[in-house]
């Protein structure tokens, strides 16, 4: 890789190492689903026009029904504007704490996921699925385990709104999705770390004479503590490389 590469991943890397961990987050009242209101807040990307209209469809497809709607579309760097209308009046400029993120999507009612760059899959899928949110999501690009629950909607803007305002106009139809078990039972921190650690004893011997020692164990209970959402999707599911940071 080039340096300038080398650089910008150590320095996401480092961004990602220093968010506090979900399981150190304190929810509580702020997790209970909060009838009426939609979450969306998604980046930009100029190299996913199609995907940056879908959402900008879907927020207006909530305001129409009567929905009370937070978040919005933000954009990287200090260009804010996108020359198209109906995308530029969702545009925020307001950053949100990682925390108030999880907190305002863990509100919502339904959330909404769009395939990222390259068609890899994109964070908001990984967050969605930790916190166990119902998902409607156009249609993904790569292959997904049989056991994820989500309502599919077409990406063809001729039938695109007229899908998602059937399925907002009827609850029912996503209140009993559930990923909960999925990631728990593949995608957490625990099942995670162990192909890091087997990989990390392959590479690094002397990391096997340790396994029953505290050096070994605090090397555990670090990879336990660190953001499961940071690296959970590639390592899981094998996607390809994508950059849909958020």
Not at 9 to 18: G, Q, V
Not at 55 to 77: K, M, N, P
């Amino acid at each position: 890789f080039p340096s300038h590469d080398i650089l910008r991943n150590l320095r996401e890397f480092r961004a990602i190492f220093r968010q506090k961990p979900l399981w150190l987050i304190e929810l509580n009242e702020n997790s209970v689903v909060e009838k009426g209101y939609i979450f969306y807040k998604r980046t930009l990307w100029k190299n996913l026009p199609a995907e940056n209209m879908l959402g900008a469809r879907f927020l207006d497809v909530c305001h129409r029904l009567g929905f009370r709607v937070g978040g919005g579309l933000s954009r990287i760097g200090d260009n804010y504007r996108t020359g198209i209308e109906r995308i530029d009046k969702y545009v925020i400029r307001v950053r949100l704490s990682r925390l108030d993120y999880i907190k305002k999507t863990l509100r919502s009612e339904v959330c909404f996921n769009t395939p990222s760059i390259n068609g890899a899959c994109s964070w908001r899928m990984g967050e969605y699925l930790a916190m166990d949110k119902p998902i409607i999501s156009t249609p993904m690009k790569v292959e997904m385990p049989d056991e994820l629950q989500y309502l599919e909607v077409s990406d063809d803007p001729d039938l695109f709104e007229e899908q998602v305002e059937q399925i907002l106009r009827q609850p029912e139809s996503f209140q009993h999705l559930s990923n909960r078990s999925l990631f728990q039972q593949t995608l957490g921190p625990s099942p995670l770390k162990q192909p890091i650690l087997r990989f990390s004893s392959s590479c690094f011997p002397s990391l096997a004479l340790l396994s029953t020692g505290r050096s070994f164990e605090g090397f555990s209970i670090f990879l336990d503590s660190s953001s499961a959402l940071a690296c959970f999707i590639s390592s899981s599911f094998n996607f390809s490389y994508y950059r849909d940071w958020e």
